[in-house]
């Protein structure tokens, strides 16, 4: 193993004057200081479906969430909202320029996944002035959790004044003290929570353990590219390629360190090597989750092409040209419909790369997979470590649906596998076939 490669790869900077954020506890929500709150108890319906996730159409919000574990019986929920998403209205007593928000949560134990038991549930409203708001808007919530646990946590956030609601989940993985959400990570430049699976290029951050207890710290590095998902109708079992680090660096321990990932890949930084869970950041390159560069256009067609066409086209001179050429050959030389095509593809893409990234890109994931060549699912629900996607067509006389089971791992917090069956295997040429004859594929 090298040893010495590392020094270019992971850059440090102590800055003694700055301080790491200050840890929450449970008994009480932090929040903008600029908005006020108000708790309020949550019906504990086992309700676990949402028809429009994974749509950034269905809704005018679109927040971030991140959980840190402050304690063995207790963990953060952060979220993050765009005012700018938000309604305004001087429709109150006041005559004031403002907006509701509600956020609510409900908090399952899926350790066992026979057996899912409510463990949490709450709901919190904040009135935001528009005269104070400022470019977001940040929430911590206390969520009651015991060390050894995994839960999987469902997230409502309303804009009351729009009626308009966003859902999501997180798992809360509490399997290990050194699991992922036992740090928490901010940006260096304005000290803000790390929402965000992945460092977008060499943007500085810093982290902290929820304990002072390590003074030194094992980062492993993997620069290797990551296998794509096997075939929806394929058995075969995937490649493991994390097996071996590329690179190893033992480092002292500050939280008020800065680190910088020069190099593209994944970092799993450690504080005990006798397990395998740590944090893990990730670097997939300076445009990331965005589709730039002709080799980030490439690589996605590999859903679409056969082995021989994608190595014709990424070991192509102009690789620009060839994409082009691609598009254009699917659509008799339509520049509109190829625009189309491209347009629905890439922006399919980014969006795998963004509600799905985990150790891999997004688009290379399981649910990326199916994102990209069947578009955002109509209905999806999620209960016991499970999470269903359901296709239909207007008249529902046909519908497919692909399953994706939790799948706890040392390197993320959000690894779905599906489950294979050779039966897709006729739905995916025909999905592959209707993007070869120059049409998006929708299953309407």
């Not at 004057?17 to 086992?46: F, I, M, W």
């Not at 790390?194 to 390590?214: A, H, I, K, L, Q």
Request: aromatic fraction near 16%.
């Amino acid at each position: 193993m090298n040893r010495n490669i590392f020094l270019p790869i992971l850059i440090l900077f102590a800055f003694l004057a700055c301080s790491a954020p200050k840890k929450t506890g449970a008994e009480k929500p932090k929040t903008d200081k600029k908005a006020t709150t108000k708790k309020k108890e949550s019906a504990k319906t086992g309700a676990r479906s949402k028809s429009v996730m994974y749509n950034p159409a269905s809704t005018r919000i679109h927040p971030a969430y991140t959980v840190f574990h402050n304690s063995d019986n207790s963990s953060v929920l952060m979220v993050k909202v765009f005012p700018s998403e938000l309604l305004f209205s001087a429709a109150n007593p006041e005559g004031k320029l403002l907006a509701k928000l509600r956020i609510s949560y409900y908090l399952t134990e899926i350790t066992d996944h026979t057996a899912p038991m409510p463990a949490d549930s709450g709901s919190y409203e904040y009135t935001i002035l528009k005269e104070n708001a400022e470019k977001r808007f940040l929430a911590q919530l206390p969520l009651k959790t015991e060390k050894g646990r995994i839960y999987d946590l469902q997230i409502s956030t309303s804009d009351m004044l729009r009626n308009d609601m966003h859902r999501d989940y997180v798992i809360v993985d509490k399997r290990s003290p050194f699991s992922q959400q036992n740090y928490r990570i901010t940006e260096t430049i304005n000290n803000l929570p790390f929402f965000e699976p992945f460092v977008t290029g060499s943007n500085p951050f810093r982290f902290e353990y929820r304990t002072d207890t390590f003074h030194r710290v094992y980062v492993s590095y993997y620069g290797q590219e990551s296998p794509l998902p096997r075939p929806s109708f394929s058995l075969v079992r995937e490649r493991e390629f994390m097996e071996k680090p590329d690179s190893l660096w033992i480092l002292d321990y500050q939280k008020n360190t800065t680190y910088l990932l020069a190099y593209e890949g994944i970092y799993h930084f450690q504080f005990d090597t006798a397990t395998r869970e740590g944090l893990t950041v990730y670097n997939f390159g300076p445009d990331f989750p965005r589709i730039k560069r002709p080799l980030q256009m490439i690589e996605p067609l590999a859903y679409l092409t056969s082995s021989v066409e994608y190595e014709e086209i990424k070991n192509s001179v102009n690789q620009k040209l060839a994409i082009d050429n691609f598009w254009l050959g699917l659509t008799n030389n339509s520049m509109d419909r190829a625009r189309e095509l491209i347009r629905v593809y890439y922006n399919r893409v980014y969006f795998a790369n963004y509600y799905f990234t985990t150790f891999k890109p997004g688009w290379k994931t399981d649910r990326g997979m199916i994102y990209i060549i069947y578009g955002p699912p109509q209905s999806v629900t999620r209960a016991a470590g499970k999470e269903k996607w359901i296709y239909y067509t207007n008249n529902f006389t046909t519908t497919l649906t692909f399953t994706f089971d939790f799948s706890p791992s040392s390197y993320t917090t959000d690894n779905f596998i599906l489950e294979r069956s050779e039966g897709y295997d006729g739905f995916w040429r025909q999905a592959v076939e209707t993007w070869h004859k120059g049409t998006v594929f929708m299953f309407e």
